[in-house]
């Protein structure tokens, strides 16, 4: 049974709400939220030169954001496989017309864990790459066990792990994953 939003928000529980990423007011308050992150957990690696840019470029496909009484407090988005990204070279499986699809820039801010808010990003970019064909994939630096740990709860597969350098001299461990196969759709209306 779905609650009512006013009635959460009327007896004191906190009102959750995923929507798509939309203009540079969201991206802004993305970026304060990514700070946060890293400096609670070191992620993004390597803080980027140009945080809005980072996140922009994120979402080829599209980027969601989750609100948490009513502040952005998570993101997530979806892209074609690019340069540096391991997990669809690994995936190879049957690609169906449009391949892999890309998951990345998964972040919830510190203050707002504890609600299954990543777990309900990463399920609304997995519906969004199936409905567009693609299977979902991605990369996470292996000092990122939170990440990981997450991924394995909600059955993604480890492929591989790979080392990248991404400078020289800078050698990193990635693990690769793939959403498990969707459920088989059933000729049974139910």
């Known amino acids: 049974m779905r609650r009512d939003r006013a009635a959460d928000a009327a ?3 906190p009102v959750l709400r995923l929507r798509e990423r939309s ?5 802004e308050a993305c970026v304060g939220v ?3 992150v890293h400096k609670a957990d070191g992620y993004p690696a390597d803080w980027p030169p140009q945080p809005g840019e980072w996140l922009e470029g994120s979402g080829g496909l599209g980027a969601w954001v ?11 988005g979806l ?18 017309p449009g391949g892999a699809g890309v ?7 510190p203050d707002a864990r504890g609600h299954g808010i990543g777990a309900l990003l990463m399920g609304r970019v997995v519906r969004e790459a ?7 994939v991605l990369d996470v630096v292996s000092s990122d066990t939170a990440a990981a740990a997450l991924y394995e709860r909600l059955d993604w597969r480890l492929l591989g792990i790979v080392e990248q350098e991404w400078e020289p001299g800078r050698r990193v461990t990635l693990h690769c994953y793939a ?3 969707a459920p088989a759709a059933s000729g049974d209306p139910g």
């Open 179 to 181: 959403a498990p196969a």
């Open 130 to 136: 199936r409905a567009r064909g693609l299977h979902p």
């Open 66 to 76: 989750a609100e948490l009484d009513g502040r952005v407090v998570g993101h997530v």
């Open 34 to 36: 990514l700070a946060s």
């Open 79 to 96: 892209s074609r496989p690019g340069a540096g990204d391991e997990a669809p070279g690994l995936w190879g499986g049957d690609a169906g």
């Open 23 to 27: 203009g540079q007011r969201d991206v």
């Open 103 to 109: 998951v990345s820039r998964l972040f919830v801010g």
């Open 11 to 13: 007896d004191g529980h």
